[in-house]
């Protein structure tokens, strides 16, 4: 494979003498991934496990019968349940004549000395920024600063761009044929005597 190229004018070249019979066919080759002795080991025992589950034969079972125990409340839970019995009865059978009539009274809490200067601060910034006058700012003037690339980037820019418009705009019809001509040089004798000695 020749160099890379150097310059813009080398690639230029290069491209210009590009032959595409100097290609070679190539045949793709598919190559299929066998799985491991792991994933075959675990495949193999999935498949036995599901085999011996759809041949499972239901009479090896043997036949029992299921004792159902009834278990009693001890004594603690007796009273629990007793006491909790009482309350409800006392509830539905209250009678809510026996009630004495009570005037609710409300009293007002008075906020103290830091919820007030709080409020007092909230307030004033409130009015500060509903009565503030616009016409007290004075006019400012923005000033935008462009940072311009320096000569290096643009000559850059410009090489890049001189390149792209170079393959873009490459006319083929301006190529000239070429014949390669493969050599393959026979070995020397001293290639020759080297090689039967190792």
Known sequence: MKEAPKSHLDLMSQLEKFDQKELKNIDPQEKVVLPTAEDVKTEKLHIEFKESVEGFNSTNLRKTETVEKVLLPNA????????????FKGVEGFDANKLKNVETQEKIILPDKDDV??????????????????????PTDTVEKVVLPGTEVIAQEKGQQQLRQGIEQFQTANLNKVETLEKNPLPTQEAIEQEKKN
């Not at 603690?76 to 309350?87: F, G, M, N, V, W």
């Not at 709080?118 to 616009?134: C, I």
């Open 76 to 87: 603690e839970e007796l009273a629990t349940e007793k006491a909790r019995e009482s309350i």
């Open 117 to 138: 200067q709080l409020e007092k601060t909230q307030q004033n910034l409130r009015l500060g920024v509903q009565s503030f006058d616009k016409t007290a700012l004075k």
